[in-house]
């Protein structure tokens, strides 16, 4: 998987989530902004393939469509996609790594502009 970067359609800030070291038991969560750099509006959608110990979704404080196909963005507009951490005791110790994927497509062909990858990782500490 590619993060096409021409014409360039997304991007993200921060372009990764990194959760570093956190306490087993706890839950924390971050976020970043995906935004539509390009000129033109896309319908947008956001998803992830995380390991046990995150969540993704509808996840306060998110605002990206990740149900139902995803939700025309114009030109210039953003939303903040929100990820859980809650490291457990059995994947102490282990590096958690997971994607999250914004996807651009166009609102009329439906065909897909851009596939933009954003990797999250975590360490869950006794």
Same mark, same amino acid.
């Given at each position: 998987?590619?993060?096409?970067?021409?014409?360039?359609?997304?991007?993200?800030?921060?372009?990764?989530?990194?959760?570093?070291?956190?306490?087993?038991?706890?839950?924390?969560?971050?976020?970043?902004?995906?935004?539509?750099?390009?000129?033109?509006?896309?319908?947008?959608?956001?998803? &992830?393939?995380?390991? =046990?110990?995150?969540?993704?979704? !509808?996840?306060?404080?998110?605002?990206? @469509? /990740?149900?139902?196909? *995803?939700?025309?963005?114009?030109?210039?507009?953003?939303?903040?996609?929100?990820?859980?951490?809650?490291?457990?005791?059995?994947?102490?110790?282990?590096?958690?790594?997971?994607?999250?994927? &914004?996807?651009?497509? =166009?609102?009329?062909?439906?065909? !897909?502009?851009?596939?933009?990858?954003? @990797? /999250?990782?975590?360490? *869950?500490?006794?």
């Amino acid at each position: 998987v590619s993060e096409a970067r021409s014409p360039g359609y997304l991007a993200a800030r921060p372009s990764s989530i990194d959760f570093g070291r956190k306490h087993v038991g706890g839950e924390y969560y971050k976020r970043t902004k995906i935004i539509n750099v390009s000129d033109r509006d896309v319908r947008l959608l956001v998803y &992830a393939g995380l390991p =046990d110990d995150f969540g993704f979704g !509808l996840m306060p404080g998110s605002t990206c @469509p /990740v149900l139902d196909g *995803g939700a025309v963005v114009g030109s210039g507009a953003s939303c903040y996609a929100v990820v859980r951490f809650a490291p457990t005791e059995f994947f102490a110790g282990w590096l958690a790594e997971g994607e999250m994927w &914004a996807d651009s497509y =166009d609102p009329v062909t439906g065909e !897909l502009l851009e596939h933009y990858l954003i @990797p /999250v990782t975590g360490t *869950g500490v006794l």
